[in-house]
């Protein structure tokens, strides 16, 4: 029987449009190609998401004014583009049966959400002095200068959920869920996009749950999880029960705009489906981490 791997990449793990780091996000990228093969040499069905993060922010330069959640689209595509066109490659190469599809994920959020009532993430560009005066935004004040804020809202339901799981069966190689998902609501019978952006990690945590998936692995830029982090009682952990990394992010030692998100959204994987392996690694070490060789691994119990 195949299992089934959500794996999540981060928006800073691929290149850039504007060319900055572009050596570095190709190294990353090698790494999530290399994942993706070793995993389905092992026989996992895989399903990528990923993040985007400065895509997104690159396309509000260009034209702030454009509706939010069509740039969650565009990006979706852009990135899911370069991500199959790079994976169908490779499988070419190696003669592999697998191929890849595209999934442009919408995902339904309340209006009643808290998050639309005090807007909080940032997104896009610094502003202009005359922006920050004629532009009806939320705008706050960042530590690179002043920023649009938008609403990060829980998501509900991805309703492309069915396509996603047929796709799945079908042996492709599904990428989807990009930056989060495309917000909308529902309005009078109608789905309406809406100014927000939905975590991507609380999303691929919400995909593993609704698919049943054997593994939820989120890969990020540090090789495990770190309490006391940059300070001399900096401590690496392979293993943390939910009990212990509840404790952690309550205790501060997860920020809100970095580790946070994912320690718990790796948690709340567990505390739905409590034999999933739910894991945090590098690019590249995806089979190690989920034997437990690398990576943290968040189990139900010590």
């Given at each position: 029987?195949?299992?089934?791997?959500?794996?999540?990449?981060?928006?800073?793990?691929?290149?850039?449009?504007?060319?900055?780091?572009?050596?570095?996000?190709?190294?990353?990228?090698?790494?999530?190609?290399?994942?993706?093969?070793?995993?389905?040499?092992?026989?996992?069905?895989?399903?990528?998401?990923?993040?985007?993060?400065?895509?997104?922010?690159?396309?509000?330069?260009?034209?702030?004014?454009?509706?939010?959640?069509?740039?969650?689209?565009?990006?979706?595509?852009?990135?899911?583009?370069?991500?199959?066109?790079?994976?169908?490659?490779?499988?070419?190469?190696?003669?592999?049966?697998?191929?890849?599809?595209?999934?442009?994920?919408?995902?339904?959020?309340?209006?009643?959400?808290?998050?639309?009532?005090?807007?909080?993430?940032?997104?896009?560009?610094?502003?202009?002095?005359?922006?920050?005066?004629?532009?009806?935004?939320?705008?706050?004040?960042?530590?690179?200068?002043?920023?649009?804020?938008?609403?990060?809202?829980?998501?509900?339901?991805?309703?492309?959920?069915?396509?996603?799981?047929?796709?799945?069966?079908?042996?492709?190689?599904?990428?989807?869920?990009?930056?989060?998902?495309?917000?909308?609501?529902?309005?009078?019978?109608?789905?309406?996009?809406?100014?927000?952006?939905?975590?991507?990690?609380?999303?691929?945590?919400?995909?593993?749950?609704?698919?049943?998936?054997?593994?939820?692995?989120?890969?990020?830029?540090?090789?495990?999880?770190k309490t006391g982090f940059g300070t001399s009682e900096e401590k690496s952990h392979s293993k943390l029960s939910i009990l212990?990394?509840?404790?952690?992010?309550?205790?501060?030692?997860?920020?809100?705009?970095?580790?946070?998100?994912?320690?718990?959204?790796?948690?709340?994987?567990?505390?739905?489906?409590?034999?999933?392996?739910?894991?945090?690694?590098?690019?590249?070490?995806?089979?190690?981490?989920?034997?437990?060789?690398?990576?943290?691994?968040?189990?139900?119990?010590?």
């Amino acid at each position: 029987m195949n299992r089934t791997v959500v794996y999540a990449i981060g928006g800073n793990a691929l290149s850039s449009p504007t060319g900055d780091d572009q050596e570095q996000s190709a190294r990353i990228l090698a790494g999530v190609m290399s994942d993706v093969i070793d995993l389905l040499e092992a026989g996992w069905r895989v399903v990528l998401t990923h993040g985007n993060g400065p895509q997104v922010g690159h396309l509000m330069s260009l034209d702030a004014n454009q509706e939010m959640d069509s740039w969650v689209a565009a990006t979706q595509g852009m990135i899911g583009h370069s991500l199959a066109i790079n994976l169908d490659s490779i499988l070419r190469r190696r003669s592999r049966p697998e191929s890849t599809s595209v999934v442009l994920t919408r995902v339904l959020v309340d209006p009643e959400d808290q998050g639309f009532k005090f807007p909080t993430k940032p997104v896009g560009p610094i502003l202009s002095d005359k922006q920050v005066m004629s532009e009806d935004w939320d705008i706050a004040e960042t530590v690179r200068g002043p920023r649009r804020v938008v609403a990060s809202p829980k998501p509900l339901r991805i309703l492309d959920l069915e396509v996603i799981r047929s796709l799945v069966e079908k042996s492709a190689i599904v990428i989807c869920c990009g930056g989060g998902g495309i917000p909308v609501i529902e309005k009078e019978n109608y789905l309406v996009g809406v100014p927000a952006v939905i975590d991507k990690d609380h999303l691929s945590a919400l995909l593993a749950i609704d698919m049943n998936a054997d593994a939820l692995i989120i890969s990020t830029a540090i090789d495990a999880v770190k309490t006391g982090f940059g300070t001399s009682e900096e401590k690496s952990h392979s293993k943390l029960s939910i009990l212990e990394a509840k404790k952690h992010l309550e205790n501060g030692e997860f920020p809100a705009g970095s580790m946070g998100p994912k320690i718990s959204s790796l948690i709340h994987a567990v505390e739905m489906i409590p034999n999933i392996r739910s894991v945090l690694c590098q690019p590249g070490d995806a089979i190690k981490a989920l034997r437990g060789d690398c990576g943290t691994t968040i189990t139900i119990s010590e």
